[in-house]
Structures are given as C-alpha cells and as structure tokens.
C-alpha cells in the first residue's frame, strides 16, 4: 500500500530489537499491526479488512471499523 | 557468504532476474559499531550484520542499489528520511522514498518479506492491490502510518 501511495508509510519493527517501542505498543504477540496509533490488529489479514483498518485509521469520529478491529487508546510514552 | 546459503543465493538471483524490471534502492541507516561501551548508550547490536545482509542481497542483483548512510555523520540525511533508530532500511523503487522501512534487521521470517516487498518495489504495479483498494488510497483524505510488529522467529 506504502507503494501504491504517498500518503501511506509502512514500517516493519522488529520487536525484539527495539523492546522499548514493542512496550509503547502493547505487543504481546506478532505480528501486530498498529495504524496511525488509532487501530490495531494482530495477524496478516484479507486485503479487503486490511482497507478498512486503514480508512478507519484516518476516519473522523469514532474510526469504527471491521468487527476484528479494535479502536486503542493511544498508548502512555515510556 | 555469512547468510544466504549457495542455494538461496542462486534462488533469489533467478527470482530477481525474472521480476526486478526497475532499479530498487536499499539505503541502510546505520552506525559503526566501535566496541567501546559507553554507559548509558545504546549499541547497535545488529548492524554489522544488518551491512553483511544488505551487502549480500546487493549483490544478487544489476537492478538492486545500496547505499549505505552512517547516521552519526549523516545526522541530516537521517532526518530528512525520518530515521531515528539504526539500523533501518528503507526500499524503494530507484531512488524513491516510498515510506517503506524495516527497522531491526531483516532475517529469519521476516526476510521472505522483506524479499517480496524489494520484488515489489522493482516492478511496476508490484504492489499487487485490487483496483477497489487503489481507488480508496487515491481519495485517501490524510495519511497514514502502519507500523507491523515482528520476531525473526
């Protein structure tokens, strides 16, 4: 998607090597997919849903997405 | 060769072959690794390795372009691509920031990504996303930041 747009970045992490980030996070388990710091969900999942997570990503108001995807709050620094 | 094997090599340089249509640039932030300990700083475990890898995948392809950008000298270059941890590597097609980046290095599991996502970047609609999903990333309204935890294992 990062390719296909200018407005998307996709960063892989990986979390072991960086464990204060994987922390910030909440990453109990990967991988673990965090959109704008508004969504989250674990696991590779269908480009359909994927879509979703990122349009509720940059949606206005509450960001509900596909049932799979859960809002987070963002998460404390440190 | 300290990572790929003979065999993988020789595989991927097939591969490479047949779909890298386009230049790809690797740019490796990175930073040398002096052995010294300094309390209280953070070494770069893995960046060594992180150079020996990307050397090695260089080297499998005409298409494939690395560079490699010491952050402690190159603190504005850094900055300017938004890297503020080492090592990272960004892909991209010919010498594009295209907003992809591995941070951490890139082995075990996630080098098959990592492989596919440099086969993406070096063909054209490589990304492979339905026409439905290009629309909806055309007429994204803001942007937006995905970041994919991972382990090697």
């Known amino acids: ?78 | 060769m300290a990572f790929l094997t003979d065999t993988d090599a020789s595989y991927l340089r097939e591969r490479f072959a047949e779909l890298l249509t386009r230049p790809v640039g690797l740019r490796l932030f990175t930073e040398p690794v002096s052995g010294l300990y300094v309390p209280g700083r953070r070494t770069c475990e893995t960046c060594a390795e992180a150079e020996e890898l990307m050397n090695e995948v260089a080297a499998l392809s005409d298409q494939i372009h690395l560079e490699v950008v010491d952050v402690s000298t190159r603190r504005e270059e850094a900055a300017q691509w938004g890297v503020t941890e080492v090592p990272t590597i960004a892909v991209g097609p010919g010498d594009t920031d295209a907003g992809i980046r591995f941070q951490g290095l890139p082995d075990g599991y996630e080098f098959t990504s990592f492989v596919e996502t440099l086969a993406s970047a070096g063909s054209e609609n490589g990304h492979g996303l339905a026409p439905e999903t290009l629309d909806a990333l055309a007429a994204l309204p803001a942007d937006v930041d995905i970041k994919t935890f991972v382990t090697p294992t």
């Open chain 1, 1 to 78: 998607m990062a390719l296909a747009s200018p407005r998307v970045r996709s960063t892989s992490v990986e979390a072991q090597e960086f464990p204060e980030l994987a922390r910030r996070y909440e990453v109990s388990a990967v991988p673990k997919i965090v959109l704008n710091e508004r969504v989250e969900f674990m696991g590779a999942v269908p480009e359909p849903m994927f879509l979703e997570a990122v349009l509720a990503a940059v949606s206005e108001g509450d960001g509900a997405g596909a049932a799979e995807i859960q809002e987070i709050e963002p998460a404390a620094e440190g």
